[in-house]
Nanobody, 125 residues
């Protein structure tokens, strides 16, 4: 019903910056909140950031506040994650996701209906 494709992940040095994008297609009219999650090897998928349909409300994990910025361009059906001051602990596969209205807490992975395939971000030092 809804398809999401992440792109932009790569190898980057600690302290560097990177922008991820998420292209959405399909039944985009059903989309509400969108979010970014990440999963490091051997760890559970963790919340990174979320943004409301209007873009007026955002939330961030404590570990990325003041470093990452989430945004969306609804006419282009695209979401972004601008990552600055990257740290080795940011290394993970990053996933974009979206959920329909009323599905649950924006910071919980199980609230989301649709997921992308992920893009690898590796931060070296």
């Amino acid at each position: 019903q809804v398809q999401l494709v992440e792109s932009g992940g790569t190898l980057v040095q600690a302290g560097g910056s990177l922008t991820l994008s998420c292209a959405v297609s399909g039944r985009t009219f059903s989309m509400d909140t969108m979010g970014w999650f990440r999963q490091a090897p051997g760890k559970e998928r963790a919340f990174v950031a979320a943004i409301s349909w209007s873009g007026r409300t955002t939330s961030y994990a404590d570990s990325v506040k003041e470093r990452f910025t989430i945004s969306r361009d609804n006419p282009k059906n695209t979401m972004f994650l601008q990552m600055n001051s990257l740290k080795p602990e940011d290394t993970a596969v990053y996933y974009c996701a979206t959920k329909t209205y009323g599905r649950g807490n924006d910071e919980l992975a199980y609230s989301y209906n649709y997921w992308g395939q992920g893009t690898q971000v590796t931060v070296s030092s």
